[in-house]
């Protein structure tokens, strides 16, 4: 076993993370999310749709968020390029299945062909959702982002955005100092333009992580809170608040290991799995396209560089519906954080 210094120095290698994530769970191979899926006739674990296609633009972004599973930051250079565009843009055209696209980064606005992106594909999908996960901030962080709120209005973008806490205290120690102050004007501006309004068709949506090495509460309880805090205090609205667990990967992973709660976390998620949440996974009807273009069951095996579990349709370029749904998905332990609880997905709760 590797000591901490050395498991944390190398977090920058996903071969590394699954080696820990593998090694250092409890109960041994018994208790694996395998396991737990053969127990309720789950495994090997399928798609039941194809209809969520998320893309990531890029791993460049604004901020460095404590919980940041992409590792996300400024100084990151990964960034899709329009080529990979073009050919993302050919199977959306196709695909009618395809009901969601849903961009992410990084800060995917960060991306130089963001906007030509965006409106190509209301182009060749006038009907499909298009959601931009917005990290809020990036609307204030230069000239050329002011206008955000009025481009996502006019391509009827459904914006989804992080805000741990509803005050500065908890969302400035996650996502860095002065993020929620710019978080609120940003959301203000989002309101002016419609979003998150009664009768209006433009959906703002607010996604809460934990602060620390523990599961979220209710949703809908959080979401009441959030509501009536955000209102009383700064006259914010907004649609619906998701409720998103924490996994054990890249940054996340490394303050479990630095705060020596790695164990005492999986346990609670070993002893929070809820079948009905595994039944309602977010990788069975979705694909994820990483910025290089290759494919993924979710964003977060994306993270660990566990591609799809195919033959000949492993990027973009070699597209194979058939094949992608039929694929067995790829699973390793930190999937017990989208099976605790009332599950984890990126549209909040699924069970």
């Not at 090997?44 to 990531?56: G, R």
């Not at 009025?150 to 100092?177: C, H, I, M, W």
């Not at 608040?241 to 609670?268: A, C, G, H, Q, V």
């Amino acid at each position: 076993m590797k000591s901490l210094k050395a498991q944390l120095h190398s977090l920058a290698d996903p071969e590394e993370e699954l080696v820990i994530l593998e090694e250092r769970h409890p109960g041994g191979a018994g208790s694996s999310f395998r396991a737990h899926l053969e127990k309720i006739g789950l495994y090997p674990l399928q798609p039941t749709t194809l209809d969520i296609f998320q893309i990531n633009l890029g791993k460049m972004c604004n901020q460095v968020c404590k919980h940041c599973h992409v590792d996300a930051g400024p100084d990151r250079k990964e960034i899709m390029t329009r080529e990979t565009m073009e050919l993302c843009l050919e199977v959306i055209q196709r695909e009618e299945s395809i009901t969601c696209v849903d961009l992410t980064g990084g800060a995917p606005e960060m991306n130089p062909d963001f906007r030509w992106f965006v409106e190509a594909i209301r182009e060749i999908r006038p009907e499909v959702k298009i959601i931009v996960r917005c990290n809020l901030t990036i609307i204030l962080a230069n000239p050329r982002f002011n206008d955000l709120p009025e481009f996502f209005k006019k391509n009827k973008v459904e914006v989804v955005s992080s805000l741990p806490y509803f005050t500065a205290l908890k969302t400035d120690s996650q996502r860095g100092e002065g993020v929620f102050e710019k978080s609120i004007e940003a959301l203000k501006l989002l309101n002016l333009a419609g979003y998150g309004q009664k009768n209006s068709d433009l959906i703002l949506n607010l996604v809460y992580n934990p602060s620390g090495a523990f599961l979220p509460g209710s949703q809908s309880e959080l979401e009441d809170e959030f509501k009536k805090k955000l209102w009383d205090r700064f006259g914010v609205e907004f649609n619906s608040l998701f409720t998103i667990t924490n996994i054990p990967i890249s940054r996340f992973l490394e303050y479990l290991l630095r705060t020596d709660n790695y164990e005492n976390y999986m346990e609670k998620l070993l002893s929070a799995f809820n079948p009905v949440a595994a039944a309602g996974v977010m990788c069975r009807n979705t694909i994820s396209i990483g910025w290089d273009g290759f494919l993924y069951d979710c964003d977060f095996n994306q993270m660990l560089d566990l591609k799809v579990n195919t033959l000949n349709s492993v990027h973009i370029s070699d597209w194979d519906s058939a094949a992608l749904s039929t694929r067995s998905i790829v699973i390793n332990n930190h999937c017990f954080g989208c099976t605790a609880g009332a599950g984890s997905s990126c549209g909040g709760a699924t069970a």
